[in-house]
């Protein structure tokens, strides 16, 4: 059932692929996860993963609708401190960059994400008629 769910969490967003905490911290997974989580970049500039989730796809859209008001000040906040700072071609100070154990402990939106796409899959199981096919492109379930 997990597992379902998160195909189908990865196919609906494609940066999002593992939402479970790795187990062993010296395991060869977790370091390579590392390591393409600093070649990423993105952590330099104060941005967590679920920042630079692709924001127009129905499913992030309602997500972050439905984000309680702290949170989504906090993500518009990083977000135009991170364009900022590549306006000015500059990084955050170390000790200010986001570490991958702290990456991984705060995914925000992954649960949202994850309910939105069981609502739908419950909707299209029992057949219900009152969406309409402009709330959920067909071509983005099933």
């Known amino acids: 059932m997990l597992g379902t769910k998160l195909r189908m969490l990865a196919k609906v967003t494609p940066m999002v692929k593992r939402p479970k905490k790795p187990e062993k911290k010296n395991s060869w997974t977790f370091m390579i996860s590392k390591f393409a989580f600093n070649l990423a970049g993105y952590n330099k500039f104060g ?13 992030v859209k309602e997500a972050l609708r439905r984000l309680p008001k702290e ?6 906040f990083r977000s135009i401190r991170a364009a900022q700072l590549d306006f000015l071609k500059m990084n955050l100070p ?6 991958y154990e702290q990456d991984i ?3 925000y939106l992954q649960p949202y994400i994850i309910e939105i796409v069981m ?5 299209n199981e029992f057949g219900c008629t009152n969406y309409a096919e ?4 067909s071509d983005e379930f099933k």
């Open 47 to 59: 941005l967590y993963s679920d920042d630079i989730i692709y924001h127009d796809s129905p499913v």
């Open 71 to 76: 949170v989504l000040d906090a993500r518009n």
């Open 105 to 107: 402990n705060y995914r």
């Open 94 to 99: 170390k000790e200010k960059w986001i570490t």
């Open 134 to 137: 402009w709330h959920w492109p």
């Open 119 to 123: 609502e739908k899959q419950e909707v």
